[in-house]
C-alpha cells in the first residue's frame, strides 16, 4: 500500500462522483475544521477513467446558471503514473528517477511520485519551493538547469539543495560565489539528432570545453562530483542514450585528471510515455541503457534520470466539447489550418478538403501548446455524439459515417488549428470529443490567452494500491 498522504494534507477516497455543488459544500465544511492555512487537495476517485467521463458529462445541466459547467476538463489517472514507476523500478533498478517537474507540475502527481520516494529535477526557485513545500528533502533535489539566475542559486543556497549543473565557466563563478559548497554536476553535450526537441542547441559542454571546466573548478575549490546530459526530448533512437553514456565515462577519466573522484552520473530525460508501443519503447531503452551504466560504471557510481514525459504523458485524458460548426461550401478555401499543412495534406489526399470546421473549448493558447513546443500530434475521439457515449469505443464509428473535419481552438487566433484533418462523424455543437495521452508538456505551459481558462483536472486512481485516505 502507498500512502499519499502528506504531513497536514488529506485525502479522501469518495466512492461514486458527486455533483459539483456538494463537493464544494465538502470542501468549505473540512475547510473550517482544518483551519483556513490548511491547503485542501482535490478529491481522488478510485473509479475507471471512462466512468469519470461519464459522469461528469451526466452531470451537466442545460438550464444550469453555472457558466463554467461546460469547460473542457481532464481526467488524471494517478494509479498509471504510479504503473509507470513500478515499471521504471523493474526495469532501471539502479537508475533513481528525478522527476523532471516542468513536464507536469500537478500537485497530486507531485505528491504521488514524492511519496513514492521519488527524487525531482527543478530550473527554477519555483519549482524548487514547490517540492520543498511538499516536505521533500532537499537531497532529493536537483537543480538541473546549466544557466541560472543569481538569485535562485543564493535560494538553493540557503534551502540546502547541493545537486546542481552547470555547462560554463561563467557559472562556476557564479556558484563559487553565491553557493560554494554545492555539489556542481557537469553536462556535457550529447548528440540529439535522433529527438524531437534538440536540447544541444541550448545547454551541455562539447567534450573539447569539459577540460578547461574542470581546470576552471579545480583552481576555484568547487566540488564536482560527476557527469549530466539529456539526449534530447521526444528522443527515437535508443542506442543515443548507451552513446551518451559512453561520452559521460570519457568525462569520468578526464576528471581524475584534475584531482576529482567523479561518483555521480545523470542520465537526463528523454524516456518516451507509455503509450509509445512501437518503435522506441521504454522496454528498449531500458535495455540499452541500463546494460551501458552497468558495464561502464561500478556500483560506488551513483546512477540517477529526469524523466518527465515517461511518468505522466498517457496519465491525462481531455475532454473538449465542441463548442460551435462551421460547414464549408464547396468553393470556399476555408478548411486548412495552415497553408503548409493543406499543401502537404492535398498531395497525400487529392480528394476535397474538410467539409465541416469543429470548434472547440481548448486550444493551441491552452492544452494544445504541445502541438508547437513539443511536436506533438493530437488526435481527437468521439466522446459523446447524439446521446452515445463512447469512449474508447472500436470502431469509433462505421467508416460510411466518417467525414474530413478540422478541429480549432476556441481563440481568435487562425495559428489555434489542432488538426487540419481529422476524419470525423457529423458533429453537433454540444458534442464532445477527447484526446489521450495529453499528460507531457500540456497543462503546464497553457495560457490564459482570450480570457480562456485552464481546464481543471479530475483525479481518480485505477491502481488499488495508491490509497488517498483522510
Ligand atoms: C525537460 C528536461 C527533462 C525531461 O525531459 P523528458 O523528455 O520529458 O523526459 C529532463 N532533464 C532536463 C534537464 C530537462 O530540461
Redo the contacts with the bound molecule.
Keep these: 500500500m502507498i500512502d499519499v498522504s502528506f504531513q497536514q494534507d488529506h485525502f479522501e477516497v469518495v466512492p461514486t462522483l458527486v455533483q459539483p455543488t456538494m463537493v464544494e459544500a465538502i470542501k468549505s465544511q473540512a475547510r473550517a475544521q482544518m483551519g483556513a492555512k490548511t491547503q485542501l487537495l482535490p478529491e481522488v476517485y478510485a473509479l475507471p477513467v471512462s466512468q469519470i467521463l461519464q459522469d461528469r458529462l451526466a452531470s451537466f445541466d442545460p438550464e444550469s446558471e453555472d457558466f463554467e459547467a461546460e469547460n473542457a476538463f481532464y481526467v488524471a489517472d494517478l494509479g498509471e503514473v504510479f504503473r509507470q514507476h513500478k515499471r521504471w523500478k523493474a526495469l532501471l533498478p539502479r537508475i533513481e528517477p528525478?522527476f523532471?517537474m516542468?513536464?507536469n507540475p500537478d500537485p497530486m502527481v507531485m505528491r504521488l511520485l514524492a511519496s513514492l520516494g521519488a527524487g525531482f529535477?527543478c530550473?527554477s526557485k519555483n519549482e524548487i519551493q514547490a517540492v520543498l513545500d511538499l516536505g521533500v528533502d532537499p537531497s532529493r533535489i536537483i537543480y538541473?538547469?546549466?544557466c541560472k539566475q543569481n538569485a535562485f542559486v543564493k535560494y538553493a543556497h540557503a534551502n540546502k539543495v547541493r545537486l546542481i549543473?552547470f555547462d560554463n565557466a561563467e557559472e562556476l563563478h557564479k556558484i563559487k560565489r553565491f553557493h560554494p559548497d554545492a555539489q556542481c554536476v557537469l553536462?556535457i553535450l550529447t548528440d540529439d539528432s535522433k529527438?524531437l526537441?534538440k536540447?544541444g542547441l541550448k545547454?551541455g559542454a562539447p567534450l573539447n570545453t569539459t577540460g578547461s571546466l574542470l581546470a576552471t573548478a579545480q583552481a576555484l575549490g568547487l566540488d564536482v562530483i560527476g557527469v549530466?546530459f539529456?539526449v534530447?526530448?521526444?528522443?527515437f533512437d535508443a542506442h543515443a542514450f548507451g552513446e551518451a553514456v559512453i561520452r559521460a565515462r570519457r568525462v569520468f577519466d578526464q576528471a581524475k585528471d584534475y584531482g576529482f573522484d567523479f561518483k555521480f552520473l545523470?542520465v537526463?530525460?528523454?524516456?518516451p510515455s507509455a503509450h509509445v508501443t512501437e518503435g522506441i519503447t521504454f522496454e528498449k531503452v531500458a535495455g540499452i541503457l541500463g546494460s551501458t551504466v552497468d558495464a561502464l560504471f561500478g556500483p560506488e557510481v551513483r546512477v540517477i534520470?529526469?524523466?518527465?514525459?515517461?511518468?505522466v504523458?498517457s496519465a491525462f485524458t481531455l475532454a473538449t466539447q465542441v463548442i460551435a460548426r462551421r460547414t464549408v461550401t464547396s468553393d470556399g478555401d476555408e478548411a486548412g489550418c495552415s497553408d503548409v499543412a493543406a499543401a502537404q495534406e492535398a498531395q497525400e489526399a487529392p480528394e476535397q478538403g474538410p467539409s465541416h470546421m469543429y470548434y472547440i473549448n481548448d486550444g493551441m493558447y491552452g492544452s494544445f501548446n504541445c502541438i508547437m513546443f513539443d511536436h506533438q500530434i493530437c488526435e481527437p475521439k468521439v466522446l459523446y455524439r447524439d446521446g452515445i457515449f463512447s469512449y474508447q469505443a472500436s470502431p469509433a464509428s462505421p467508416d460510411e459515417l466518417l467525414g474530413l473535419a478540422s478541429v480549432w481552438g476556441p481563440t481568435c487566433d487562425s495559428i489555434d488549428c489542432i488538426t487540419a484533418r481529422a476524419r470525423l462523424p457529423l458533429l453537433e455543437t454540444g458534442h464532445w470529443l477527447y484526446f489521450e495521452n495529453m499528460g507531457?508538456?500540456t497543462i503546464t505551459a497553457a495560457s490564459q490567452f482570450n480570457g480562456f481558462r485552464k481546464s481543471e483536472v479530475l483525479y481518480t486512481t485505477t491502481e488499488a494500491e495508491v490509497s488517498f485516505r483522510v
Design positions: 528525478f523532471a516542468k513536464c529535477d530550473a538541473a538547469n546549466p549543473t553536462r529527438s526537441c536540447l545547454f549530466s539529456h534530447g526530448s521526444g528522443c545523470d537526463g530525460g528523454g524516456f534520470a529526469e524523466p518527465g514525459r515517461y511518468y504523458g507531457a508538456y
